[in-house]
Nanobody
Framework: QVQLVESGGGLVQTGGSLRLSCATS????????MGWFRQAPGKERQFVGV??????????NYADFAKGRLTISTDNAKNTVYLQMNSLKPEDTAVYFC??????????????????WGQGTQVTVSI
């Protein structure tokens, strides 16, 4: 079983920063990739970025809107995945989810490629 718990969301002004955390437990050590998605009201869940690892090597892939502003990292000792968000904009307002993928496709950008999801954390960016 895999459990994912996001935290770190909140209200921030335009241009501000937030760091989201995704605490993992269970068999996430065998997951091939950990991804972040977001979902705004009335919209479909959207790929943000993903990280995979092999030994000490890390690979990342980001949606175009995330490049240069959002960064995914991991702390293996804490079994935690992070999403650092800088230069936030009102259009970044959404519920942010982390997810675990056990498939072999890279990069996994579709929700169907992820088997486990957290409950989400709300990020609101005010004007």
């Amino acid at each position: 079983q895999v459990q994912l718990v996001e935290s770190g969301g909140g209200l921030v002004q335009t241009g501000g920063s937030l760091r989201l955390s995704c605490a993992t437990s269970g068999r996430t050590f065998s997951a091939n990739a950990m991804g972040w998605f977001r979902q705004a009201p009335g919209k479909e869940r959207q790929f943000v970025g993903v990280i995979a690892r092999s030994g000490s090597v890390r690979w990342t892939n980001y949606a175009d809107f995330a490049k240069g502003r959002l960064t995914i990292s991991t702390d293996n000792a804490k079994n935690t995945v992070y999403l650092q968000m800088n230069s936030l904009k009102p259009e970044d307002t959404a519920v942010y989810f982390c997810a675990a993928s056990f498939g072999s496709n890279w990069p996994p950008t579709r929700t169907s490629e992820y088997e486990y999801w957290g409950q989400g954390t709300q990020v609101t960016v005010s004007i």
